[in-house]
């Protein structure tokens, strides 16, 4: 009878002991789950600004920055004209569908969306610049046009005689005539570089202007005759 009850007790305490361990068992499961739902709750809540605040960065910079413009263009001088064959970059801002490079027709003019035809040639860029600005008005509210020279085909200068190349050339900014020398291969052994000159017509009258050759060559600017449109050269 007395060992019957010690193995009772004994089977008791043993099942006491395995009922706590489930029990902490329980308890750290529960808890471990609790930190991961946790976790799940905070993450998106602590992301979410995040994601919120880079489209409006984006919003405020382009309400507040203006673009700037990419497009290549050719130094002119304040002489400078549009003609016939000139590519130009039309910019407005905030309008991409109403910006493109045009070329210049034969008939002096670009066609541009909403515009229609313009008639450009004898234009500064400057003047086309104002004069599309006031055609927009109607359409787009404070256009803001651009007008870029990308390339000019119009102003030509001719060289002939003891040189490389001979042919026309296109005269895009400042260039001076012993840098068409240099760009046509230069003069031939026969060629007397002493007696080059420059054929220019102004108010229709033909002026003939000598080049001193030597001279330029030694790095005088004085010496070095700046081209203008028309200008031809002869080399004897």
């Given at each position: 009878m007395?060992?019957?009850?010690?193995v009772s007790l004994c089977g008791c305490k043993t099942g006491l002991r395995i009922g706590l361990l489930l029990v902490a068992f329980v308890s750290a499961i529960s808890a471990v789950s609790a930190e991961g739902t946790v976790a799940q709750d905070v993450s998106p809540t602590q992301e979410a600004p995040k994601t919120a605040?880079?489209?409006k960065d984006k919003e405020e910079t382009s309400a507040t920055t203006k673009p700037t413009d990419t497009a290549a263009g050719v130094p002119v001088d304040d002489a400078y004209r549009i003609g016939l064959d000139d590519q130009l970059m039309i910019s407005v801002w905030r309008e991409p569908e109403l910006s493109m490079s045009v070329v210049v027709r034969p008939d002096g003019m670009i066609t541009l969306?909403?515009?229609s035809d313009v008639h450009v040639v004898g234009l500064?860029?400057?003047?086309?610049?104002e004069l599309l600005t006031e055609k927009?008005?109607?359409f787009v509210s404070e256009p803001q046009v651009t007008v870029v020279v990308q390339g000019i085909r119009s102003r030509k200068v001719y060289l002939v005689?003891?040189?490389?190349?001979?042919?026309?050339f296109n005269l895009e900014g400042g260039q001076t005539v012993l840098q068409l020398l240099a760009a046509a291969g230069g003069v031939t052994p026969?060629?007397?570089a002493d007696s080059i000159y420059i054929l220019r017509t102004e108010k229709k009258k033909q002026m003939r202007i000598p080049f001193q050759y030597k001279k330029a060559l030694k790095g005088g600017t004085k010496d070095d005759v700046l081209l203008q449109p028309g200008d031809i050269i002869?080399?004897?």
């Open positions: 007395t060992r019957l009850i010690s605040e880079k489209p969306p909403l515009l500064k860029p400057t003047e086309l610049q927009l008005k109607p005689g003891k040189v490389a190349k001979q042919g026309s026969f060629g007397k002869v080399v004897p």
